[in-house]
Nanobody, 128 residues
Framework: QVALVESGGGLVQPGGSLRLSCEVS????????MGWFRQAPGKEREVVAT????????FYADSMNGRSTISRDNAKNTVYLQMNSLKPEDTASYYC?????????????????????WGQGTQVTVSS
């Protein structure tokens, strides 16, 4: 049973920073591509950033490009999302996802359909 547990969400003022973490268990973490997605109220879920197995291949959506960094620590079975210069429009539930597809592990797929396992989400609220 694969489990993904997100943490690090919370309330932050505009311009602030947060680092989300997602710990994975139940599968060899280094074989997985990982991604962060988000869903705001009334909107569809969208990709934020993804990363291949080694960390050398990454993808960033335009919405947070330049303001976020995805990274992973294969020794800790954890993927991170560092978010800076947060805006109210970044308010959403943030989800960690894992893909077992080999081509995603090397090329950082950004399509939601490629991801097999999902966490429960962590809420990020950007407000003054």
């Amino acid at each position: 049973q694969v489990a993904l547990v997100e943490s690090g969400g919370g309330l932050v003022q505009p311009g602030g920073s947060l680092r989300l973490s997602c710990e994975v268990s139940g599968r060899t973490f280094s074989s997985l591509a990982m991604g962060w997605f988000r869903q705001a109220p009334g909107k569809e879920r969208e990709v934020v950033a993804t990363i291949g197995w080694s960390g050398s291949s990454t993808f960033y959506a335009d919405s947070m490009n330049g303001r976020s960094t995805i990274s992973r620590d294969n020794a800790k079975n954890t993927v991170y999302l560092q978010m800076n210069s947060l805006k109210p429009e970044d308010t959403a539930s943030y989800y960690c996802a894992a893909s077992i597809a080999y081509y995603c592990s090397v090329s950082a797929c950004y399509g939601e359909a490629h991801y097999n396992y999902w966490g429960q989400g962590t809420q990020v609220t950007v407000s003054s």
